[in-house]
């Protein structure tokens, strides 16, 4: 199997209720599209306060004594997904901001360990779901986190309603400074960028992407 779905049952009922990170997104401005959500596979041992922050993102954001938008940049945590969650820190998003963020993945279930996902793994009532997000609800940036999201997404397009432009058609010059733009519609724009766990030769074009995607977002609350 290309993926391991995660032991805990308690964690799975969490991602069968909702599927996302953050804000729901059908309300969130900024959408960061991931391949899955994978965890350590003792994250309720390492931090039992992950369903407190699952049920309630926003809440957790705001309410958390230090800031943190999510609890895998807790000081005593130091498992996976860390250093995606302290580079997404530098984007600029305070916890005033937090209804505006959501986390989503193209996998429904939460998984752990290393994943190899394959269109077919992905749920198409979870992929019609993701469409409805992207097309009808609040989002004005959507970016996905890596190129395989991007490839994922295009073998599925026809059968579960994602219109995404095809290689040969991205629209403009294809880029926006150093973030590929994917399509512009109705004031809505898809962006893909690098996953912010990226290292070696990818991180110096991170870093710009980070600082591009700060800029929007400066803009958009500042507007």
Not at 150 to 160: E, M, N
Not at 161 to 188: A, F, H, I
Not at 195 to 206: D, E
Request: contains cysteine; hydrophobic residues 35%.
């Amino acid at each position: 199997m290309p993926y391991t779905l995660h032991c805990s049952d308690r964690l799975r009922a969490c991602f069968q209720d909702k599927p996302w990170q953050g804000n729901d997104p059908a309300q969130a401005s900024f959408l960061f599209v991931g391949l899955d959500a994978n965890y350590d596979a003792d994250i309720e041992e390492k931090l039992p306060e992950i369903f407190k922050y699952l049920g309630d993102g926003v809440s957790y954001w705001q309410e958390d004594q230090e800031g943190f938008h999510h609890l895998f940049r807790m000081r005593r945590y130091h498992g996976d997904g860390r250093k995606y969650h302290d580079r997404f820190a530098t984007i600029g998003f305070i916890p005033e901001n937090a209804g505006l963020v959501s986390f989503i993945e193209l996998l429904h279930v939460p998984t752990t360990g290393r994943s190899d996902l394959k269109g077919i793994d992905l749920c198409p009532n979870h992929l019609l779901r993701l469409a409805k997000w992207f097309d009808y609800g609040s989002a004005k940036y959507i970016f996905f986190l890596s190129s395989k999201v991007t490839k994922l997404l295009r073998q599925t397009k026809k059968s579960h309603g994602l219109d995404l432009l095809p290689p040969n058609q991205v629209e403009m010059d294809g880029y926006y400074k150093d973030l590929k733009v994917l399509r512009k519609r109705n004031g809505q724009t898809i962006y893909e960028i690098y996953h912010l766990s990226c290292y070696g030769w990818q991180w110096p074009k991170l870093e710009r992407q980070i600082a591009q995607l700060r800029e929007i977002v400066e803009n958009f609350i500042n507007c």
